[in-house]
């Protein structure tokens, strides 16, 4: 069964320095969702992307990130200069847009991001 | 806007015993509603989801959930919980625009006991 792979599982970093959370959505979808989960709360929306460009975004998601689709097949998420409230699991999502309202995001198993 | 709350952020049950799991919601229009689980070390499954065909909902591994607009409830059950059901189970809605975000609570890890 197709699934949303990312990499890393873990990424350690230093506050001020970039990442880049990578995501592979499944083949056929066509939009694209990032969400994070800090340690104890609830899962956030951040931002969505759909036809190569962002569809929505969170109050979160300020000018430190970024979303791309480089080629057919990644969808990356960049933090610019992290920050220790950065810390979180981040998931990546996609979903086929053929539901309407009820269309399912399918999740991959989450980035964990560590700010020292 | 949107929001849900999901009542016990633990439920502790025995094997065998029936589950529920409280999840509320607000809308301003009609939700779209969704059941995922977590399993350790894993992403979020869909469970189940509300799309306003039916108010009784059936996902997979035997749980459901009954959609009460009257109550704005969607609480997912299952009649005979089995060890591996063990999980954080979350309740997320979605309203308005359409491939939108999904608004999630806060998580219940269910335990289930021997």
């Known amino acids: 069964e197709p699934e949303v792979t990312q990499t890393p599982s873990h990424q350690v970093t230093q506050m001020g320095q970039e990442v880049i959370l990578r995501c592979v959505p499944i083949?056929?979808?066509?939009?694209f969702y990032w969400y994070r989960q800090i340690l104890g709360q609830k899962v956030e929306f951040l931002v969505s992307?759909?036809?190569?460009?962002?569809?929505?975004k969170s109050e979160i998601f300020d000018d430190q990130f970024s979303v791309e689709r480089p080629d057919g097949s990644n969808f990356t998420l960049k933090i610019r200069s992290t920050k220790l409230e950065d810390s979180a699991m981040y998931f990546c999502?996609?979903?086929?847009?053929?539901?309407?309202?009820?269309?399912?995001?399918?999740f991959g198993p989450g980035t964990r991001l560590t700010v020292l | 806007a949107q929001s849900v709350t999901q009542l016990g952020s633990h439920v502790s049950v025995s094997e065998g015993a029936l589950v529920l799991l409280r999840c509320n919601y607000s809308?301003?229009?009609?939700?779209?509603l969704f059941w995922y689980v977590q399993y350790p070390n894993q992403g979020l499954q869909l469970l189940l989801k509300?799309?306003?065909?039916?108010?009784l909902v059936k996902g997979i591994n035997g749980f459901e959930a009954e959609f009460k607009k009257s109550e704005t409830s969607f609480h997912l059950t299952k009649p005979s919980a089995h060890m591996s059901d063990a999980a954080e189970y979350f309740c997320?809605?979605?309203?308005?625009?359409?491939?939108?975000?999904?608004?999630f609570g806060q998580g219940t890890i269910l335990t289930v006991h021997p």
């Open positions: 809308s301003s229009v009609p939700p779209y």
């Open positions: 997320a809605v979605r309203s308005g625009t359409s491939y939108g975000k999904l608004t």
């Open positions: 083949s056929n979808h066509l939009y």
């Open positions: 999502a996609s979903s086929d847009g053929a539901g309407g309202g009820t269309d399912t995001q399918y």
């Open positions: 509300y799309t306003s065909a039916a108010t």
């Open positions: 992307f759909y036809n190569n460009e962002i569809s929505e």
